[in-house]
């Protein structure tokens, strides 16, 4: 469960407040510049929905929680597969897909495979050299990789499977991240999406989405142009109708199956659910989906 460090609701002298200026009141243990991180990084709701500008206007009965952050950094990464080859872990949500980061956490030197988002958890590959390597990007390629994830998303999805079929493009920077949408302007690439429902409530749904290409942000881009952003996901959605409280965006690849680059045989691997994404099935009664 997330530690609340802080919990307070806005009196009629704080009226029209900011959201720092209200939190500096309320944690005069904490500096400025951690409560800006804070709010920069999910860990802030104002009335139960993430509020990431420090800058928000408060409103008299307002309720402010600022929760305390997670580790970042475990000290070692789970094991889902390992061979001399290939070594595939189950990464935490707010790792950074990097080798700064995650060597670290590794016994032995290995190469990133492929990426996944900071917030996005789950399976993700590495290997031995730059030749496995060259294989993998090949398997890629190839769409010989097969990925499932598992979104939950904002709304009551009401159709039972889709296939998304629309060009991707980046379209600008916003504030500070690079932010892609559906476009037909000249550079934009063919994305394709599958997704089936698992599970839904009058307010969320889970969906298993199998991306049949590989573009960046793809399913988050896709989810949100099709009307159900993914809970958490306050880079393309300002508002979602669940009020269930997240920290990060509830995207986590699942499943990964594809032939190994050297013996070809079938590998396929299954990541644990983290506990986060657990409490909010739990929280919307949706535990039993998978």
């Known amino acids: ?4 460090l802080c919990k307070a609701q806005l009196e009629r002298e704080y ?13 005069t243990d904490i500096s400025v510049k951690s409560l800006k991180s804070a709010i920069d990084t999910k860990l802030c ?25 997670q580790t970042l950094h475990p000290k070692h990464l789970e094991i889902l597969y390992q061979d001399e080859h290939l070594l595939i872990c189950n990464k935490p949500a707010m790792l950074i897909s990097d080798m700064r980061s995650l060597q670290p956490l590794l016994k032995d030197r290995w190469l990133l495979g492929h990426r996944l988002d900071k917030e996005t958890s789950g399976a993700l590959i590495f290997v031995k050299n730059k ?20 979104a939950l998303v904002d709304g009551q999805v009401l159709q039972e499977e889709r296939k998304i079929d629309k060009p991707i493009a980046k379209l600008k920077n916003y504030q500070g991240q690079s932010l892609y949408g559906v476009a037909t302007k000249p550079g934009a690439k063919r994305a394709v999406t599958l997704w089936r429902c698992l599970k839904r ?20 881009v896709h989810l949100s142009y099709m009307g159900y952003p993914i809970l958490g996901d306050t880079l393309y959605a300002k508002h979602f109708f669940c009020r269930t409280s ?4 509830l995207l986590h690849a699942y499943i990964l199956r594809f032939p190994n680059p050297i013996s070809h045989q079938i590998i396929t691997v299954k990541a644990k659910i983290p506990e986060d994404f657990k409490e909010c099935l739990k929280e919307l009664k949706m535990t039993h989906a998978i």
């Not at 997240?246 to 965006?249: A, S």
């Open 1 to 4: 469960m997330k530690k609340i």
């Open 246 to 249: 997240v920290i990060r965006h």
């Open 201 to 220: 409530s009058k307010t969320a749904s889970l969906l298993l989405c199998q991306p049949m290409t590989g573009r960046t942000h793809q399913l988050r």
């Open 131 to 150: 030749l496995i390597l060259q294989k993998l990007i090949a398997l890629f390629k190839e769409h010989s990789v097969e990925k499932f994830y598992l």
């Open 15 to 27: 009226k029209g407040m900011s959201l720092l200026a209200f939190l500096r009141l309320q944690c």
């Open 45 to 69: 709701t104002v009335n139960g929905i993430v509020e990431r500008f420090s800058t928000h206007p408060l409103k008299i009965g307002d309720v402010v929680i600022l929760y305390q952050p």
